[in-house]
């Protein structure tokens, strides 16, 4: 039977960091279409630290994204990438020159980027393998946990009940940039939407969560719990960020975001009353390529 492989490609520009992804599209005659990841480059810039307490992109940190983004143009012309989706989130949202470092990069590196909403981030991610996880008759609490917005929504089965955006995220956290106010608009918003639900499941998307559930040694496809979270998360508060990095082995750029990230996953899970997280590993990146297809294809 004949078989066609494509070749699709997403970049993701967060306020932590900026990930590059390509994947295979598998297509053969009378079979679902298959998507395989291929590549994924991730590469800590942290945006968020600039846009959120200086307004703007630093001079060094325009440059940095610029050669990131001339390699990942590189990369797609090695790998013979067909079409790309490039998305820039909460950091380039809020700082005044996110326009101009987006017309720097259509100038020099030949890449369109767009910059997004939460709505539409949560939009891209319900379009991912999400579906395969959902269980008729069940509630489920989706947690986007980005490094300056995290994206929350509501599933009863495979419908979507609600959704919304919060300026609550690791980086922000870190830099003490969060008011009370946005946690309490969080719990109000999740106790409201939820009041009549019962068994509620959370489902949790990016690094930081993925990085604990490799640390916890479940096997993928198992969730975590609540409790195993809240001993992990004090765990991880009592150490030295140069105790997490030297005794854990976390990357630089995660060893210090993952505090506040945890934080966030075990007030959703208290608030929510979930005593179980699954860890699917998909994304926005996810999201985007399987948009992008399908928009291709559908244009084609």
């Not at 992804?21 to 942290?46: A, D, T, Y």
């Not at 200086?54 to 001339?70: D, Y």
């Not at 490039?86 to 910059?115: F, H, P, W, Y």
Request: glycine share 8%; proline share 2%.
């Amino acid at each position: 039977m004949a078989i066609n492989i494509r070749k699709f490609a997403a970049i993701d520009i967060g306020s932590n960091a900026v990930r590059f992804l390509v994947h295979n599209v598998i297509e053969r005659k009378g079979q679902p279409v298959k998507f395989k990841k291929s590549e994924l480059i991730r590469v800590p810039i942290r945006l968020g630290e600039d846009a959120f307490i200086l307004g703007e992109i630093s001079e060094k940190n325009q440059n940095r994204m610029l050669k990131a983004m001339k390699s990942f143009k590189l990369l797609m012309d090695v790998y013979g990438v067909e079409a790309y989706w490039a998305c820039a989130t909460s950091a380039m949202r809020e700082a005044n020159n996110g326009q101009e470092l987006v017309s720097k990069i259509a100038t020099e590196a030949n890449i369109d980027v767009d910059i997004i909403d939460g709505k539409v981030e949560a939009k891209i991610i319900a379009s991912t393998d999400l579906k395969e996880l959902l269980q008729n008759g069940k509630t489920y609490l989706y947690v986007d946990v980005g490094g300056g917005s995290t994206e929350f929504t509501i599933f009863n089965g495979n419908q979507v009940k609600g959704s919304k955006s919060f300026k609550i995220g690791t980086v922000r956290l870190l830099n003490q940039q969060v008011k009370e106010s946005v946690w309490d608009a969080i719990k109000l918003w999740i106790k409201d939407h939820l009041k009549d639900a019962e068994n509620v499941e959370i489902i949790g998307s990016g690094g930081n969560i993925n990085k604990l559930h490799k640390m916890s040694g479940r096997k993928i496809g198992q969730p975590l719990s609540y409790i195993w979270l809240n001993a992990q998360y004090h765990f991880l508060d009592a150490m030295s960020y140069e105790d997490r990095i030297a005794e854990l082995g976390l990357n630089q750029d995660r060893a210090d975001v993952i505090v506040p990230a945890t934080k966030i996953f075990l007030n959703t899970a208290k608030w929510s009353k979930a005593k179980k997280i699954h860890v699917p590993k998909i994304g926005l990146s996810d999201g985007m390529i399987k948009t992008l297809y399908h928009k291709v294809t559908t244009h084609a």
